[in-house]
């Protein structure tokens, strides 16, 4: 099992930046890819970024260039800075964790294995 305990959200201006920090505990050698999702409120989770072991990363369309994806293997953390912020941007962002290898990085999209309560980023005008 693994626990994944988000940090980092809040309010912040349009333009403004915020840092999320995803720490994990249990059998974090196990795993080989974390990502980041958001939900907000009346629409689908999306995945907005992953990290592999290797790292390899991905993003979606709407956050690259603005967001960065990290992880500290040495202290089983993985990162979000979310730079030049849009209101539509406002969501729970939710920090996961997958154990499967060989998944194509576009894959990640439909879910991973442990997922942590999330954290809400509002970005406001």
Not at 83 to 103: F, H, M, N, Q, W
Request: glycine share 10%.
């Amino acid at each position: 099992q693994v626990q994944l305990v988000e940090s980092g959200g809040g309010l912040v201006q349009a333009g403004g930046s915020l840092r999320l920090s995803c720490a994990s505990s249990g059998k974090f050698f196990s795993i080989v890819a974390m990502g980041w999702y958001r939900q907000a409120p009346g629409k689908q989770r999306e995945l907005v970024a992953v990290i592999t072991r290797s790292p390899l990363t991905d993003y979606a369309e709407s956050v690259k260039g603005r967001f960065t994806i990290s992880r500290d293997n040495a202290k089983n953390t993985v990162f979000l800075q979310m730079d030049s912020l849009k209101p539509e941007d406002t969501a729970v962002y939710y920090c996961a964790a997958d154990r499967r290898i060989g998944v194509p990085l576009h894959e990640y999209s439909s879910g991973m294995d442990y997922w942590g309560k999330g954290t809400l980023v509002t970005v406001s005008l």
